[in-house]
């Protein structure tokens, strides 16, 4: 059974920052492309940032470019955003994508929001 689990989500203060983690079992995590997708209420879900396997090539979306770094460890099944410098703006639910080749899978997703 393939499982990815999101945490680190919460309340921050605009200016805070929050480390999201995505926790991966049932797969051979080191073969999968990972993404950070999130989804703001109305609004389409957006691609935050991808890594690849071997965490060599990372993107991001200029939203977040300067702010949010995606890091994995491959060790221990997990990949990485830190979000530093929050904005209002970025206020959604974030969730974790692996992929490789036809195989994708998501995880259930976990809440920022940034607020005063």
């Known amino acids: 059974q393939v499982q990815l689990v999101e945490s680190g989500g919460g309340l921050v203060q605009p200016g805070g920052s929050l480390r999201l983690s995505c926790v991966a079992s049932g797969i051979t995590f080191s073969r999968y492309v990972m993404f950070w997708y999130r989804q703001a209420p109305g609004k389409e879900r957006e691609l935050v940032a991808t890594?690849?396997?071997?965490?060599?090539?990372?993107n991001y979306a200029n939203s977040v470019k300067g702010r949010f770094t995606i890091s994995r460890d491959n060790a221990k099944n997990a990949v990485y955003l830190q979000m530093n410098s929050l904005k209002p703006e970025d206020t959604a639910v974030y969730y974790c994508d692996a992929r490789w080749f036809t195989r994708e899978y998501w995880g259930q997703g976990t809440q920022v929001t940034v607020s005063s």
């Open positions: 890594i690849t396997s071997d965490g060599n090539s990372l």
